[in-house]
């Protein structure tokens, strides 16, 4: 049986987790008969957003690892407790909070810094030549974690231009890809599929994420 850690940044699309595109991950991974190792930084969200209005909630503040317990039923651990022995390939779904609380490119754009437990796991898991699987946003963690190592990773966002401008600009080479499909760099292990970068329903983002889950337990 196949241990996959499974990277989470909260819960809701706007401030945390897409919920949709991490259920529809947990949905394949276990189909396949993996263990999943749910995981999340134990930090405050960058802000807690309104799901009905979309508004900031002033004054507000949410603790990602409490808020992603809710997708992992309670079985989750603080990221900074896993290592990646734990795990056979790691998988991060998208998500705002993956661009708010793993990083901050929602903010910073290229500039953006990761969180140094993700940053710690994402480099590990490439320099270990373990499978890791990045949907939606999330590619640009692993763009931003291979900045300036000389590694080039081919990697998706979709076909949205500005995302994909700051991807080349960290060093990654941007593949336009079908919500239905993934993008594999099987050099460097790295499989992405845009999910609602692009899709606009789960029946067309479920496509993809199965898509990637396959390749993810093919470069196993």
Known sequence: MAKIGLVLSGCGVYDGSELQETIMSVYFLEKRGAEIIYMAPNIDQMHVINHLTGDVMQGESRNVLVEAARISRGDIRDIKDVNVSDFDALMIPGGFGAAKNLTSFAVDGPDA???????????????????LAAICIAPV????????????????????????????????????????????????????????????????????????????????
């Open 113 to 131: 810094k990761i969180n140094d437990d993700v940053l710690r796991l994402v480099k590990g898991t490439l320099d270990a030549k373990k499978p």
């Open 141 to 220: 963690i692993v763009a931003k974690a291979l900045a300036g190592t000389g590694v080039e990773s081919s990697i998706t966002i979709g076909n949205e231009e500005g995302v994909a401008g700051a991807l080349e600009s960290l060093g990654a080479k941007h593949i336009q890809c079908p919500v239905q499909e993934a993008v594999v760099d099987e050099a460097n292990k790295i499989i992405t599929s845009p999910a609602y970068m692009l899709g606009q329903n789960i029946l067309e983002i479920s496509e993809g994420i199965e898509a990637a889950v396959d390749k993810l337990y093919a470069l196993m």
